[in-house]
């Protein structure tokens, strides 16, 4: 059996439910013999070369609660893609320290970083298990039928555009709301659940799995205004043109070399400009880009993402004390209605690098709209939603 | 005893709870027997002036109530500086129609717009009673202690800067918020109660009452990262320079003559571009305009808020019926700690036109913070906040 300390650690964009998979480790860890201290990393790999580790076997349950219901790494996070170097680093302080576990709670790229370190660990003969936690509101990972914090920054979307509609219904116009989503449209697509009755907005959404082109834009949504006398635009920060360029961007790039493209206004007042130019003089257009109140706002949180990311980060722990496997936790979904879903281990390999992006039947021909099977998809994660009142 | 029928409209910016101030309003009226019907102006001004009313004495309680929790102008908003066409106009309808009774949910303009029609019905000796009803995120209206709206929008922001302070300490570096709020900077100060512990964000905050001078701004965010390793800024759309010029604006303005501020980014990107420049090449700066969202987040409503709003609806249909004044409805408040507030009349032309902002005493002496009679001021209102959990 193997037996010596362990380390956790957080990376990437933080969600509203990543505390949840932390305490789920813990709290789990906590109760295996062969776990024989518990190192928190601060900000992730950053915390594993400096030896920036708190011990987490100290906090009350109390204490410890209160930092699952708080969004954002508690930890601190860090968006490093380590090298040869960086690695080899961290396998030497693990080894220093006598860590034979290793849990990183992120996306694809924290698995790629927990199977670079295992595959080292194998080479020197170091008895040593890693298992990747699942976390990422854009739910592009691999394998899972859906990852943990995309569900809570989901209902955050939902809710945002039921109120934005209800908005832009009192004093119409065209808004544009830009969502979260490098590279897939989940975030996006779920703003569709805004919708509850005939009329309601979003009237149109945009996602990076099609191409975005700016004159069927400008159709689609005069169009929209010819029908509804307003239209809410749902468009994902990620969409690209027929050249695979961003429609507006900062140019600037993270260590990962993804683009920029939250924290700015950029694309949005892009797109409202296009509005302008296709619809008469002095129409009411207005763009907010969400932001990162998606991934962070208190309070707005899933009850089946809290309970899944509590559940995944307990699941890690104990798989890898009971099988010594390396791996990254998936989920599986059992039924939709009721929902239910249970967990299983997948190598980490299938969830390494690449990412995946929505299925072609959740979105529509025209590429303006999601389907019946997106929704089918997407509700029961998002769960009940307060219903909107009218005259 | 005036008898007759009512008409009840919307106006301005939609809020979270301005749908309870109509639901009040509208339970009143109910029980009186001196309104003989109940009219909802479709868009405020417009649907008066274009006899598009909804008749209010049919729906359920049940739906009443639903509409109430509902954000956004239920009956539809407008945004409408009637000149003196429009409201002899607007008095022709209420002869037409025989409507006695005329409650005009919104801010200063509103309660200017319901002024005229009081003098114009004065001058042409029909008996006549307008109550303006207060509505605004903004907290400018003169006389009241707080507009109904706010403490929710409130509510969001501080929300907002929890979450998102939360998200800054885990990745570190920059983060600018622009709040609305185009003269007053009481929304864009409530950011202040995201405070918990020492050291949390926001760390600047920048309110129109006081002239934004960029380099000082720069030191400012300087400073902080040095003290913080990071820094969160809270900043108001309507931040101006010395000579009074918007920091950053598209240059559309609405008929009222505002500028737009709000629905783009592009205050947000020039504060990230001054504090780029003046911080070492590489800092991570980001900023998001929280928009639209601020003041239509269901679920996201303070407990005082909704119950003022209610009341401030329910307070003007008694009043007008019982005394046949004009006015517009002020709240008072009675006791901070535990919080109590009393309902008044104050005379439509201390409310109209001109609006209020924030006091001395509630900025620092810098300009780039509040102060704790602010805090005391605002924390009643917005309610308790969830605690959040640290390592």
Same mark, same amino acid.
């Given at each position: 059996m193997l037996k010596g300390k362990m380390v956790i650690g957080q990376s990437g964009g933080p969600t509203a439910v990543i505390n949840q998979s932390l305490v789920g480790a813990i709290l789990a860890a906590r109760e295996q013999a062969a776990i024989t201290g518990i190192l928190g990393a601060k900000h992730g790999l950053k915390g594993i070369m400096e030896e920036d580790f708190i011990d987490l076997t100290m906090q009350s349950v109390a204490q410890l609660e209160e930092v699952a219901a708080t969004p954002a790494a508690a930890l601190g996070s860090v968006r490093l893609k380590p090298g040869k170097a960086e690695c080899e680093k961290v396998f030497e302080v693990f080894k220093k320290h006598g860590v034979r576990f290793f849990f990183y709670i992120g996306g694809n790229d924290s698995a790629e970083t927990a199977h670079i370190i295992a595959e080292m660990a194998k080479e020197a003969n170091y008895d040593f298990c890693t298992v990747h936690i699942p976390k990422t509101i854009d739910n592009d990972l691999r394998v899972t039928d859906h990852s943990p914090g995309f569900a809570s920054a989901a209902r955050f979307v939902a809710l945002a555009f039921m109120g934005d509609d209800r908005d832009n219904k009192a004093l119409s116009g065209v808004k544009i709301n830009v969502v979260m989503g490098r590279d897939a449209g989940f975030l996006t697509a779920a703003s569709a659940l805004a919708r509850q009755a005939e009329g309601d907005g979003p009237h149109l959404i945009y996602v990076p799995e099609r191409t975005f082109d700016v004159v069927q834009f400008q159709t689609d949504v005069a169009a929209q205004v010819g029908q509804h006398g307003r239209c809410v635009v749902a468009v994902s920060e990620g969409i690209v043109d027929v050249k695979g360029n *961003? +429609?507006? &961007?900062?140019g600037e790039k993270d260590s990962h070399g993804n683009l920029q493209l939250s924290g700015t206004g950029a694309l949005g007042d892009t797109l409202s400009a296009l509005v302008k130019e296709a619809l008469p003089k002095g129409t009411r257009v207005r763009a907010d880009t969400f932001g990162y109140l998606q991934r962070s706002? *208190? &309070? +707005?949180?899933s009850d089946v993402d809290a309970k899944e990311a509590r559940d995944v980060g307990e699941f890690a722990v104990n798989h890898a004390v009971s099988s010594v496997e390396n791996g990254s936790v998936a989920i599986k979904r059992e039924s939709s209605n009721p929902y239910s879903s249970s967990y299983f281990i997948t190598p980490l390999s299938t969830v390494a690098r690449e990412a995946t992006s929505m299925k072609d039947e959740y979105i529509n021909d025209k590429g303006n709209d999601v389907t019946q099977a997106w929704l089918d998809y997407v509700a029961p994660l998002v769960g009940e939603l307060p219903k909107m009142g009218r005259l």
């Open positions: *961003p +429609i507006a &961007t900062t706002f *208190p &309070t +707005i949180v």
